[in-house]
């Protein structure tokens, strides 16, 4: 029944680790997105992804790499994690992607990096 | 450039008040939508409300109602009869292509 499915929901990890979140949506949306949530709660988008393809790419170290298989999926890979990476990541998709498409929300992961 | 601001950081009112959390937007784009996203503490966020640059008609949905106005760039949102289960945080975005959000409104409604 779940939408827009992220795992894992909790990923607590070291300094200098690797590691992914999935992202999986069945509501046969065209386009995705990863959101970073900080600690005062600010949203900001990263990448959006229309039918597997970058469409924006926001001003995000490239130790963090999207990748979607196919156009349910997208999944975010970061190297090299650093503290200041813990925060809440969203995905979410759209049907279209077109300025007026409402965004549904996974339930988030929280990223803690020690 | 494309900016929402919530000025309200943080409101608290005692449940049964009614309380509005404002919203002003910045575009240049004649055409964007306006939405509102309600985040409870369990973290999810909830989509409630979307509205075009070109309907500034007021909407009433139950307890909550939205009150576009684009003389004054405001897209606020009240809650009547506020009760517990509205304590959240609340937040307003903008998109014109890609959506962009304000810094979010905490409410707290006591019993």
């Known amino acids: 029944d779940t939408a827009v499915s992220q795992t894992p929901k909790y990923l607590v990890t070291q300094m200098g680790n690797d590691k992914s979140i999935k992202c999986e949506q069945n509501?046969?949306?065209?386009?995705m997105y990863w959101y970073k949530q900080d600690s005062k709660k600010f949203l900001k988008i990263m990448f959006s992804y229309n039918n597997k393809e970058l469409i924006i790419n926001e001003t995000v170290p490239n130790r963090f790499s999207p990748k979607s298989p196919d156009k349910a999926h997208l999944n975010l890979h970061i190297n090299s994690l650093e503290l200041g990476d813990s925060a809440v990541y969203f995905c979410?998709?759209?049907?279209?992607?077109?300025?007026?498409?409402?965004?549904?929300f996974g339930n988030g992961t929280r990223l803690t990096v020690t | 450039a494309q900016k929402v601001t919530q000025a309200q950081t943080e409101i608290s009112v005692v449940e049964k008040e009614d309380v509005t959390l404002d919203c002003v937007y910045e575009?240049?784009?004649?055409?964007?939508?306006l939405f509102w996203y309600k985040q409870p503490p369990s973290g999810e966020l909830v989509f409630l409300i979307r509205?075009?640059?070109?309907?500034?008609q007021n909407e009433i949905s139950g307890r909550y109602s939205w009150n576009f106005q684009k003389s004054t760039s405001s897209f606020n949102f009240t809650i009547t009869a506020s009760q517990v289960v509205d304590s959240a945080v609340y937040f307003c975005?903008?998109?014109?292509?890609?959506?962009?959000f304000g810094a979010g409104t905490r409410l707290t409604v006591k019993p």
């Open positions: 979410a998709s759209s049907q279209v992607g077109t300025r007026g498409d409402p965004l549904h």
């Open positions: 575009t240049r784009d004649t055409t964007y939508y």
């Open positions: 509205r075009n640059s070109f309907d500034e």
């Open positions: 975005a903008l998109s014109v292509g890609d959506m962009r």
């Open positions: 509501l046969g949306h065209d386009t």
